[in-house]
């Protein structure tokens, strides 16, 4: 039986609302075929305006919608599951942090539901971010992963990847932006104490952040040569280099992704 939407979203927090505005402001899907619900009468009311439905009935969320969101918070998830009173969805878009699709599925009580487990991150709210999604219970109906594919690809870059590998996307993208923001704020302070203002540190150290990445999407050479490239013997540039070598930068940052991996297993086996 046809459902009268394409795509409901249990749970209207910051990344779902991401979500509701890509896929409406791409012009991908009329906003008259999604529908939202939430506890939060508040977070219904930032995408009022999008034209989207919304509700604060899960159950009538699930059963209407053919592809049905899960964007709630981890601990939330079991109470999700007792409001919809025993209903069983088919096609189901997972973006809770460290829960398996089998986690899911078992909540369900049937293998049968099909589940695709996504990864966002926080650039997705600008259209800049990247996903990382296994959709493999999807193979064999190519119409479903080209939506689920396509209801990301309007936050940014999709990568499609195995569920085992979703912990080490969390260490990368799902959390690497703090690491990045961390970066740059240390870049606007050394600035800022060698004499720089704080809104000239903090465009020199942004502008040359997303130049470098730029250069890395669009050159075909390794990253360490184009660290190379900017080292003159005797220069300025290798005593920097010298110096985040000889403190073990790159340990400092593998250390970290360490760590974040780490705790997305220790949350995954719970």
Known sequence: MKKQFKLGVIGCGFMAQSILKGVV???FLNEKKII????SDDRLDDVADLGVRITDDNEFVAQNSEFLIFAVKP?????VIKSLNGYK???VISIMAGVKKNTIKNAFGVSAVRV???MPNLPCYIGSGVTGIDMSDFNKTLDDVEFISNVFNCLGTVLSIDESKMDAVTGISGSGPAYVFMFIDSLVDAGIQHGLCKDEA????VQTVLGAAEIIERDEEPIPELVKRVCSKGGTTIEAVKS????NFRS????AVSACVKRSKELSDK
């Open 116 to 118: 695709a487990r996504c």
């Open 89 to 91: 969805p088919d096609k």
């Open 75 to 79: 601990q939330h998830f079991e109470e």
């Open 25 to 27: 402001l791409s012009d």
């Open 36 to 39: 939202v619900s939430d506890i």
């Open 244 to 247: 985040l070598e000889e403190q």
């Open 202 to 205: 903090k465009i020199l150290a």
């Open 252 to 255: 400092v940052i593998g250390n």
